[in-house]
């Protein structure tokens, strides 16, 4: 038998048409599918990335949160270390203030077994009390104020100690 190359041409051509066609057809299926794994990998990977920047705007948000709660306890405990230290410094200066108007006077205890003698009575007696066995000798005022002085120079020191400690205080009950 043979076979006509007219007919033998156009069943190859219409082999050809299918095979071109079920291609394409494979081809558009293959890259609507790929494209849908695209697409869902993009919106799982940007629902991840919306997440983690939610997460971080949250915990900016509360470090925000706890820095300004931080800052308004130290500011009003500056507040109160500043008040306790201008209300040291006032009475130290009004004892000062009184130290040099002689309207305060120092005065220190002596020990009253010094003073008495071998005969356990005492050595003299004092117009200006009634309890006996006490015996006071004023301070010069230059060293009054030394003293006061000092002694305001502790006091700031403890209040400012005070002060720390809050703070730590504050740090361990966060």
Known sequence: MK???VKCGGVLMIILALMAGSAWAAWTW???AYG???ADKDAA???ERTNLANA???QILS???KRVALEQWLAASDQAHYRALTHARTNQDRMRDRL???ELRLSVLFDSTAAIGSDRMQAATSSRGVVHGIIRAQLDPAHAQRIVAITGDGDQG???LQACQEYIRFLKAK
């Open 36 to 38: 849908r794994q695209l």
């Open 45 to 47: 990977y940007q629902t």
């Open 63 to 65: 470090e925000q949160g």
């Open 30 to 32: 293959q890259a609507n």
């Open 56 to 58: 971080n705007s949250a």
């Open 100 to 102: 040099a108007t002689t």
């Open 158 to 160: 403890l209040i400012a």
């Open 3 to 5: 076979i006509d190359a």
